[in-house]
């Protein structure tokens, strides 16, 4: 954990980890001293670059064999933020804004397939993704819904894209473009 | 605690068993009792079918916010979004997955319901509505004990004569002393059930006993058997009742005897007891002008009780009685011979006679007052409407005249009052037409309503041919399939808040539906009319029905009683 506040976090990690974050992936920070666990979704990724990395771009003539061990081998730093969408107290999972933002250097983790279908069984969150002003919104609906509707058995997927655009209409009934845009990626991608 | 028992513990919901509850189809979003509430449609477990099994004219119920019920009628359904360019943009044909999200959010069914009776919390009588339920109340299809209880049971004063659309199982009655109470009308075009629906509620009528009718049976639809178009058998009146309930009399033995039609007897009108006013209303159909009308009064005057008579002879002695008035100058030629042309058509009526044996008239007084009920059977005069009218006029002029006497006579002893008595007309404009309703018998009976415990069954495919302000004296209105505008018009007039119901009329099927709203019963009801055949015919007859009477045996026995 990098920094965070109300509305997201944003986290560090090293390349190659066995489980590289993905864009729409669902995550989740501990906060109030383990009371809650905030859910976000990545809606970022930056590969930072350093020092070595600018060297090794200006240097002539590198060897192939020499950048493949450098992908390989070093440790390269990777920034996600995250997008707080709600936040599970005890057994209950809330579609919020969590209370308090994580604190920084807790540890955070991917969300489990059944934290991810408990969370998303309910559309509120979509709401608070659609008002996010930083991200690309669209793209980032419809990573999430693919995402979620995967942690679900093949049987529940239809019922569960539909009662999520069903939200989606609701909340974009006056922007039907953009709808009617979400709407039929979400039928390609998933 | 969760936010839904916090809720509830602020606003419990209605305790209601829910199994009391049909369908629930959507919720109240506005509307005003004089126009009728808007529902908007629940997308339902097919999004967007809701619309399509919600037809107008059915019942929903709604549910108030303070445990009041109210039943309303659909009257009108129809498609809207919630944003319009989704008409310019609807989704593609084969994108099943955004066009389920559109049925069931951005577009949706809307219904409107004019609200008819509401159910007050500890009270089993619905009563008419002056309120109307909240916002967002629920609207549900309105399950058979809803029906049930706003149209009571079956009994000796409820008679069954149909079911509701869709509900084969709950019984709509009218209520036959409120029926009889006041005129009504059984209206529809041509060959959409009227003649059955009338012969119904006949049945029911005779049997409770509560009024006799004295029908004029123009096409010979009441009386013995009728065949339909597909020539099945239906049975009249005669072979239900028997003989202290129900008598035919024909205006033309011979078509009956060789139709095989039974009757009970033959009417005929003496030449000499027709009156001037017993013509005059055939005015229009004659074409009689005021004055050829007016000439009728003076020949009654100068030529006596022969008048009518004298006018059609070819007598010289009494062309010459004529001609004299002309050369007096108390007639003018060309009026009189106007007449005598006009007046050719009463020469084919057969059954004016110069000698007749009985005053029928008071015998039909009196069969009527004392319960039995008359068809009077046209035969081939049922294609004459001259002599339709005529003799509808003429009888009713004196029987009506009989019941004023009888009911004056009373003076409030119930005992000695007139039995009620029902006239069913058929070709009702024709005699209850703007121009003549006020000078004739049938639109005084109309006007006065029951001060003389006469009232009339008018049965007819044009009432905007009807006088209005008969047409809203009209208590009862049994409607079937009407299309022509003014006809759905004057149907309606005077029928507060039924504008809603026009589409509900227009919409009926063509054969063996009806809309009934007025007086006899508290809502108005679209329903399949009863069928008229042998269940009903148990139901009259009482089972196995009076077949220890055999038809044979009643014609013979009325006969008796007719002519003694
Ligand atoms: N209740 C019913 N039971 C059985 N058949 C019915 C019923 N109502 C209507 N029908 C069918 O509809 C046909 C037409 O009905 P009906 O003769 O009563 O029409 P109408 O309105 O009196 O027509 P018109 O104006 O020509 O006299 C009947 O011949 C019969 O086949
Ligand atoms: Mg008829």
Not at chain 1, 113 to 127: E, G, K, V
Not at chain 2, 195 to 204: D, E, N, V, Y
Not at chain 2, 295 to 307: D, H
Request: hydrophobic share 40%; net charge negative; aromatic share 8%.
């Amino acid at each position: 954990m990098l920094r965070s506040d109300t509305t997201g976090f944003t986290f560090g990690c090293l390349l190659p980890e066995p489980e590289v974050p993905l864009f729409g992936d669902f995550v989740k920070a501990p906060a109030q001293q383990g009371l809650t666990e905030i859910i976000g979704v990545i809606h970022n990724i930056v590969i930072e670059d350093d020092l070595f990395v600018r060297q090794l771009i200006a240097a002539p003539d590198l060897p192939d064999a020499y950048i493949q061990d450098q992908r390989r081998n070093r440790q390269i730093p990777i920034e996600v933020s995250v997008l707080s969408v709600g936040y599970s107290s005890g057994n209950t999972m809330i579609q919020g804004l969590p209370p308090q933002p994580p604190v920084t250097l807790d540890y955070i983790k991917r969300c489990s397939i059944n934290d991810m279908i408990a969370f998303t069984d309910r559309q509120d969150y979509l709401a608070l993704i659609l008002n996010s002003k930083e991200t690309p919104v669209d793209e980032l609906i419809v990573a999430a819904l693919q995402r979620a509707s995967g942690a679900r058995p093949i049987e529940d997927r239809a019922l569960f894209l539909i009662q999520a655009g069903k939200e989606l209409a609701r909340l974009l009934s006056d922007d039907l473009s953009k709808l009617d845009s979400i709407l039929r990626r979400i039928q390609v991608n998933t | 605690m969760t936010i839904e028992s916090e809720l509830e513990s602020i606003f419990p919901s209605n305790k209601d068993d829910p199994s009391n509850l049909g369908l629930r189809l959507g919720i109240i979003v506005g509307g005003s009792l004089s126009k009728g509430l808007t529902v908007k449609l629940d997308a339902g477990e097919l999004p967007g079918s809701m619309i399509e099994q919600l037809a107008v004219g059915r019942y929903v119920v709604v549910q108030g916010l303070t445990e009041r019920r109210f039943f309303c009628i659909v009257t009108d359904v129809s498609l809207e979004h919630t944003n319009p360019s989704i008409e310019s943009n609807p989704p593609e044909t084969t994108d099943i997955y955004t066009a389920e999200i559109y049925r069931s959010t951005l577009v949706y069914g809307r219904a409107n319901v004019a609200p008819m009776l509401v159910l007050e919390r500890d009270s089993e009588e619905p009563r008419p509505v002056k309120t109307i339920p909240a916002h967002f109340s629920v609207v549900s299809q309105a399950n058979e004990e809803d029906v049930a209880r706003v149209f009571g049971k079956a009994d000796d004063d409820h008679f069954y004569i149909g079911n509701p659309i869709e509900m084969d199982q709950v019984p709509i009655n009218v209520n036959l002393d409120r029926f009889i109470e006041r005129s009504s009308g059984v209206f529809g075009k041509s060959g959409t059930g009227k003649s059955f629906i009338t012969r119904t509620l006949l049945s029911g009528i005779v049997k409770s006993g509560k009024a006799s009718c004295l029908i004029f049976d123009m096409h010979n639809d009441y009386g013995w058997a009728i065949k339909n178009e597909h020539g099945r058998e239906y049975k009249g009146l005669q072979q239900l009742f028997d003989a202290n309930r129900v008598n035919v009399i024909t205006l033309d033995p011979e078509t009956s005897q060789t139709r095989g039609n039974r009757h009970d007897g033959a009417l005929h009108i003496p030449y000499d007891a027709i009156e001037p006013e017993d013509i005059a209303m055939l005015a229009g159909v004659l074409t009689l002008s005021e004055v050829q009308v007016n000439a009728l009064y003076f020949l009654r005057r100068r030529l006596g009780r022969k008048w009518l008579r004298k006018l059609l002879s070819d007598d010289e002695h009494d062309q010459t009685e004529l001609d004299e008035f002309i050369q007096q100058g108390d007639l003018i030629k060309g009026t009189l011979g106007a007449i005598q042309r006009k007046f050719e058509i009463f020469r084919h009526m057969g059954f004016l006679q110069t000698n007749v044996r009985e005053d029928l008239v008071e015998t039909l007084f009196q069969k009527l007052n004392s319960g039995i009920s008359i068809v009077l059977e046209f035969g081939i005069y049922g294609d004459n409407l001259p002599a339709y009218m005529f003799v509808a006029n003429y009888l009713t002029r004196r029987i009506h005249h009989r019941y004023v006497a009888t009911k004056n006579k009373a003076f409030g002893h119930q005992g000695d009052e007139p039995n009620p008595l029902m006239i069913v007309i058929e070709e009702a404009h024709k005699f209850l037409d703007p121009e003549i309703s006020q000078h004739t018998i049938f639109g005084t009976i109309a006007r006065e309503l029951r001060k003389y415990n006469v009232t009339l069954l008018v049965v007819d495919q044009r009432p905007s041919g009807i006088d209005d302000e008969v047409m809203s004296q009209i208590g009862t209105r049994v409607t079937c399939l009407l299309d022509n505008e003014s006809d759905i018009r004057a149907v309606f007039s005077g029928v507060s808040g039924a504008s809603a119901l026009r589409e509900v009329l227009a919409r009926l099927d063509t054969q063996q539906q009806a809309l009934i709203m007025g007086h006899a019963v508290p809502m108005p009801v679209v329903i399949r009319t009863r069928d008229y055949g042998p269940e009903l015919y148990a139901e009259i007859t009482g089972g196995e029905s009076h077949d220890i009477q055999s038809d044979g045996e009643k014609v013979a026995q009325a006969k008796a009683d007719l002519f003694g």
